[in-house]
Structure formats: C-alpha cells, structure tokens
C-alpha cells in the first residue's frame, strides 16, 4: 500500500477528532480540529490548497483541496451521513490533478469515522 505509514497516521488522527465530536457537526469543526492534530502529530500540511484545473493549456479554474499533506496526499474531508459517487468523484479528480499516488477521502457525518485510501492507477497504466 503506498504510503501506507504516513496514512495511517492521519487516519489516527482523523480517529481522534472523530473521538471527542462524534457526527453532527459542519465539515469546518472537523477541518480545524483536523489541523490541531496534524500539528501535534509532527505532520506538515497546508489547508484549503488550491489547485489550478486546465482545460488543454488554459486555465478554467481551481479547487481547493482540505488538506494537502507533505506535498504528496491530498485529503478531502465529509460531514455527510452517508458518501456519495461524487464524494468519490471528486477526491479521484484531486488524485489525477495533483499528479499524485494516493489520497484520502475522510467522512466524519457517520456514527463512526468512515475513510477511504484511493489509489491513482492511471499513474501505472504507461
């Protein structure tokens, strides 16, 4: 599993946010408390990362990921009972975007945390 050591740890951490909340809350609760937790983890990231979307050569507009996390996973975050396909819809796009091996898809909205490691295999198909 690629990156498996440093995922594991924000999956923790994620646990521990999830742990003191519980499911209820708006996905900003769980962004900040997120943060703290990286910090006392030793983890660098920076929130709310934007990247830039090209159609071709031009640039058509941006996103903003949650978390980019040491410059190699993005990490979407969910306050939503249940995940949807554009949930993961999304944290894929983020994963052909970015260039990137893995990225997490984190739900905090179910009774307990729901995360999912998704891997990029159009990275592998050349």
Request: proline share 2%; charged share 25%.
């Amino acid at each position: 599993m690629i990156h498996r050591e440093l995922t594991g740890k924000i999956i923790g951490c994620a646990m521990k946010v999830h742990q003191y909340f519980k499911n209820g809350y708006q996905e900003v609760i769980y962004q900040r408390a997120l943060a703290i937790e990286l910090d006392k983890a030793g983890i660098s990231y920076m929130r709310e990362y934007e990247i830039p979307i090209y159609y071709y050569d031009t640039k058509v507009g941006s996103r903003n990921i949650d978390f980019w996390i040491e410059g190699i996973i993005p990490v979407e975050i969910k306050a939503y009972s249940e995940l949807e396909a554009m949930h993961f819809a999304q944290a894929f796009n983020y994963l052909e975007i970015c260039k990137v091996e893995c990225a997490l898809l984190i739900n905090f909205g179910e009774s307990s945390l729901k995360f999912h490691r998704l891997t990029n295999k159009k990275l592998n198909e050349h």
